[in-house]
């Protein structure tokens, strides 16, 4: 299991299929970014770039969060 997908929580709720397939778009796209993101991360010991990576990474977590609620709720 990747950085991105353990940060993403690949499972679901009981919810219909379209917004199980609309949820789990989110979180392959969220966790490809992380991933990429992590590659920066890993190619640099700057440490303002390094903050910078992780605070991109927590806030695309939190949006993947947010967007999945979304679909979820309704």
């Given at each position: 299991?990747?950085?991105?997908?353990?940060?993403?929580?690949?499972?679901?709720?009981?919810?219909?299929?379209?917004?199980?397939?609309?949820?789990?778009?989110?979180?392959?796209?969220c966790?490809?970014?992380?991933?990429?993101?992590?590659?920066?991360?890993?190619?640099?010991?700057?440490?303002?770039?390094?903050?910078?990576?992780?605070?991109?990474?927590?806030?695309?977590?939190?949006?993947?969060?947010?967007?999945?609620?979304?679909?979820?709720?309704?």
């Amino acid at each position: 299991m990747t950085i991105g997908e353990k940060r993403m929580v690949m499972s679901y709720s009981p919810i219909n299929d379209e917004q199980k397939a609309n949820m789990l778009e989110v979180k392959k796209k969220c966790s490809e970014l992380i991933n990429i993101i992590e590659g920066y991360k890993n190619s640099t010991q700057d440490k303002d770039s390094l903050r910078w990576f992780s605070i991109a990474q927590k806030d695309i977590e939190t949006g993947g969060m947010f967007a999945v609620k979304g679909i979820t709720n309704g």
